[in-house]
């Protein structure tokens, strides 16, 4: 081994050792509990059963007992709601985010204190902000309701939380609110770094704004843009805490990992929560691929 | 740079809206915890009569010891964010100046580390955290955040260092210090906002693995979790 390597090794070396202890044996663990069949109460009695919860008669897949089919069963309707849920919440998230960015690249008066306040959202713990829209959402003392209430925009309180029409799209609104701001510090620090001469190249060439944007900034910001998509993308495959404050175990916005909590700690089948997780993990792994595929982003390359 | 007038009206007021957004439901909320009584019913935004009780009884109910509960939230943040920064600081600088070989696939499992959704450790977690006798401590709770923090910091980290200007990597002749020294150069001066960014962004969102939490420590709540729930 290179001196160079070696020493590359040496400074790698303590996150290797937290990596190991905090994610790598704990999964490891969680994927041997998935084929067994503990119980929350006693680990020590689990018993191996391979892969019964899996594919078994009552595992997550090809479980005979779905007489609907699969996508009704709750672990099913899971999937769908995540999916659903991630894919709208960053495309808007994305979207406003970058329109954020470029608003707050702007030079004007106040934009300290704009910047401050966008802050706000992502600086206030989910819970927290998951509760305060919680109760402006609430079907009957909610400001929402009143203001909608009150311009006549609806006949009737709506149960925004509760309906199952809407409980979905709620959370993503609030996600939206909650997560934009991410996204906008992320494009505007990479709007910050740009070199400033290709802007007074195309100033002087008189460029048009909307072609400079598309030509130059966009392609400049494209790393920057791909990393924040993919952390926003994770985040929001294993969304549980916004879902579960706002609308609680409701069948209509379960995601998979409240289905696993469900199973695991609330009906203590710690083998099977266990498979539904490793489940999971598989799955936002594929997604994880596909779109590093699609974005034909070369990962640890300059 | 000259702007039309519209453009600039734009701007303001396009400002102006992103500001009420982002703020409102933190005002609204300010505004509710100074109600009492059947007046937390009514939706308008300024209180009638305004009261403090809520906040005198934060601090003094003997079942929900709120101080407490905010010394706990500082105490595991301070030790998440120096653990994360110590450890990712020296990893980003191998993973962001030194080529060798696996450097893509290590960054690769650093992401995916990032990507466990938190409840695909969790059987294993509480296995761990009670084992080592933190269940239910607010120590514990270093362990989980690390998943999340760590990665992250590494990431963002990484990116910074590749683009600090190549000349820095090789150190000039007039120093006999390897990597080491340079290192120290590129994250003293250098990382220096980024290190308060990160620092930001970690002590802050401390409710993203309130999955962890809720399972982990049942009765030691750190400060924002418990004042909600009861």
Not at chain 2, 82 to 98: D, P
């Amino acid at each position: 081994m290179n001196p160079k390597t070696k020493t590359a090794w040496l400074y790698l070396s303590p996150m290797l050792l937290v990596l190991i202890v905090v994610a790598l044996w704990p999964l490891g663990r969680t994927i041997w509990f998935s084929l067994t069949d503990a119980n929350i109460n006693d680990l020590d009695a689990a018993k191996f059963v391979g892969l019964e919860n899996y594919f078994g008669e009552y595992g997550l897949f090809a479980n005979p007992n779905y007489t609907d089919g699969f996508w009704e069963s709750d672990w099913g309707i899971s999937i769908i709601n995540t999916l659903k849920f991630s894919v709208v919440s960053v495309t808007i998230e994305t979207l406003l985010g970058l329109g954020v960015a470029l608003l707050l690249n702007q030079e004007f008066k106040g934009r300290a204190w704009v910047r401050a306040a966008v802050l706000v959202p992502w600086a206030i713990p989910t819970i927290v902000s998951a509760k305060m829209w919680g109760w402006m959402l609430h079907d009957q003392f909610g400001v929402i309701n009143q203001w909608l209430y009150d311009l006549g925009l609806v006949a009737q309180k709506v149960a925004w939380t509760a309906d199952p029409d809407f409980a979905l799209w709620t959370v993503v609104a609030v996600d939206v609110w909650k997560t934009t701001p991410f996204m906008a510090l992320l494009i505007l620090a990479a709007l910050q770094v740009l070199p400033k001469d290709c802007y007074e190249a195309a100033r002087v060439d008189g460029v048009h704004p909307l072609r400079l944007f598309w030509r130059v900034t966009l392609p400049l910001i494209k790393p920057a843009l791909m990393v924040a998509v993919i952390f926003r993308l994770l985040d929001a495959l294993r969304i549980f805490d916004l879902i579960y404050v706002l609308t609680s175990n409701s069948n209509s916005t379960i995601s998979m990992s409240g289905f696993v909590r469900r199973e695991m700690v609330d009906n203590g089948y710690m083998g099977y929560g266990s498979a539904a997780s490793t489940a999971l993990f598989l799955i936002i792994g594929l997604c994880t691929v596909a779109y590093i595929r699609i974005g034909r982003m070369k990962l640890g390359e300059d | 740079m000259h702007r039309s007038r519209f453009a600039t009206f734009s701007i303001y007021a396009l400002a102006a809206l992103v500001v009420v957004v982002s703020v409102f439901p933190f005002v609204y909320a300010i505004s509710t915890s100074f109600k009492t009584g059947s007046a937390l019913f009514d939706p308008s935004l300024l209180p009638s009569s305004v009261s403090l009780k809520n906040y005198i009884s934060l601090f003094t109910l003997a079942e929900q010891p709120f101080g407490r509960h905010i010394l706990n939230s500082i105490m595991v943040s301070v030790l998440v964010v120096a653990l994360s920064l110590l450890v990712g600081v020296s990893a980003a600088y191998a993973l962001g100046r030194i080529s060798f070989k696996g450097r893509g696939l290590l960054l690769t499992t650093v992401l995916a580390v990032s990507m466990f959704p938190q409840v695909a450790v969790l059987a294993g977690m509480f296995e761990l955290i009670r084992a080592l006798g933190i269940y239910n401590k607010a120590l514990g709770l270093v362990l989980p955040y690390m998943i999340f923090t760590l990665p992250f910091t590494v990431w963002v980290l990484t990116t910074f260092m590749k683009q600090l200007p190549k000349e820095l990597k090789k150190p000039p002749s007039w120093t006999v210090a390897a990597p080491s020294a340079s290192s120290r150069m590129c994250s003293c001066h250098c990382c220096g906002p980024h290190w308060c960014q990160l620092d930001y962004w970690h002590s802050l969102p401390r409710g993203t693995s309130f999955c962890l939490h809720s399972h982990l420590c049942s009765t030691t709540t750190s400060a924002p979790y418990r004042s909600l729930f009861h």
